[in-house]
Nanobody, 118 residues
Framework: QVQLVESGGGLVQAGGSLRLSCAAS????????MGWYRQAPGKQRELVAF???????NYADSVKGRFTISRDNAKNTIYLQMNSLKPEGTAVYYC????????????WGQGTQVTVSS
C-alpha cells in the first residue's frame, strides 16, 4: 500500500507564502511522477504542478513564477513553495504520486487546506 501524507497548509494573507510537503511511503515503491492538485469549492480538481523523477517540472499558467515544486528522491518527498499567494488560491491541495509497486499505481493524499485571505 502506498501512502501520501501532506502537511503545511493553513491560513495566510494575500501576498504571503506557504510551503507544502508530501511524503510517500510504502515498501518496494518506485515513484516516477509526483504532483500537486487543488480543488476550490464548487470547482473541479486542477493540476498545479508536477515533477518527474529526473527533476523536470511543469506548472499551471496561473501559478508560474510564484510557485516552485521540488523533490527529495531519497525521502520520496515533494515540496510546493507558494509565494505571492492570491485569494483565488484558496483550495484543498492534494498530493499525487504515480509509479510502480509490483504493478502501476496512482495514489492520492488526504488533502491540506490552504486559505488565502484578502
Amino acid at each position: 500500500q502506498v501512502q501520501l501524507v501532506e502537511s503545511g497548509g493553513g491560513l495566510v494573507q494575500a501576498g504571503g507564502s506557504l510551503r507544502l510537503s508530501c511524503a510517500a511511503s510504502g515498501s518496494s515503491i518506485r515513484i516516477n511522477l509526483m504532483g500537486w492538485y487543488r480543488q476550490a469549492p464548487g470547482k473541479q480538481r486542477e493540476l498545479v504542478a508536477f515533477i518527474t523523477s529526473s527533476g523536470n517540472t511543469n506548472y499551471a499558467d496561473s501559478v508560474k513564477g510564484r510557485f516552485t515544486i521540488s523533490r527529495d528522491n531519497a525521502k520520496n518527498t515533494i515540496y510546493l513553495q507558494m509565494n505571492s499567494l492570491k485569494p483565488e488560491g484558496t483550495a484543498v491541495y492534494y498530493c499525487n504520486a504515480g509509479g510502480t509497486r509490483g504493478g502501476i499505481f496512482s495514489a492520492w493524499g488526504q488533502g491540506t487546506q490552504v486559505t488565502v485571505s484578502s
